[in-house]
């Protein structure tokens, strides 16, 4: 079983819908979170850090849950500029260690 | 654009060579990290330099090693290569601060014949 592990996707879905990706990690001393987005061919680009709160980024919704190790991300009327690799990522080890998912791929579609 | 910066872009290397990569981190990151992204696949860690030692290493056998210097740039180097070493090689700068943003330079291609 991998560390990270996310939707494997891809996900097809219209311009204006809601969607949403899931993420679980498996060790319980992970510390940080975030979610990266990966363009084709590029590197990846950090999203948004991920809290128990949960934290808002204009559509973009991030949420955290330490106890079930889950994480996810909402998008809100996605545009087609969305359409990208969206990556789970884990921090442990005092920051010296960080893993990534394997990444949901999103269409959007006009 | 980050400001992290690798090189070459592309590189061809036959089984059984050495490659050395090069990474020069974003202006005050103190930290470099470096990753294999197969394609189809999230990037793997390898490992982790900080203040010019290796403090994390990932799945990699002993023929993935590298080095950090004392402006924080950093290089991998692969000895032995295999088939399997073709992959996108990312490098990411962070500052060590308890925040671990990563911040990625555009990566070397690296395609083993």
């Known amino acids: 079983r991998k560390e990270v592990e996310q939707d494997p996707g891809p996900f097809n879905v219209p311009e204006g819908a809601t969607v949403a990706f899931n993420c679980t990690y498996s060790?319980?001393?992970?510390?940080?979170f975030f979610w990266y987005r990966q363009d084709c061919r590029k590197e990846p680009k950090l999203l948004m850090s991920?809290?128990?709160s949960g934290n808002e980024d204009g559509r973009f919704t991030a949420q955290l849950n330490r106890a079930s190790q889950y994480i996810s991300l909402l998008i809100r009327d996605s545009k087609l500029s969305d359409s990208a690799t969206y990556l789970c990522v884990v921090n442990r080890d005092g920051g010296f260690k960080t893993i990534f998912g394997a990444g949901t791929r999103l269409f959007v579609k006009a | 654009e980050t400001g992290v910066t690798q090189s070459p872009t592309h590189l061809i290397k036959t089984r059984g060579q050495q490659v050395t990569l090069r990474c020069s981190s974003q202006?005050?990151?103190?930290?470099v990290s470096w990753y294999q992204q197969a394609l189809g696949q999230g990037p793997q860690f390898i490992f982790q330099y900080y203040r010019e030692e290796e403090n994390g290493r990932g799945n990699f056998p002993p023929r993935f090693s590298g080095l950090q210097f004392p402006n924080y740039s950093s290089e991998l180097n692969v000895n032995a290569l295999e088939l399997d070493d073709s992959a996108l090689y990312l490098c990411?700068?962070?500052?060590?601060?308890?925040?671990?943003?990563?911040?990625f330079g555009s990566g070397t291609q690296l395609s083993v014949l």
């Open positions: 060790n319980s001393a992970s510390q940080s």
């Open positions: 202006s005050g990151h103190n930290t």
């Open positions: 990411a700068s962070s500052l060590q601060d308890g925040n671990e943003k990563l911040f």
């Open positions: 991920v809290y128990s």
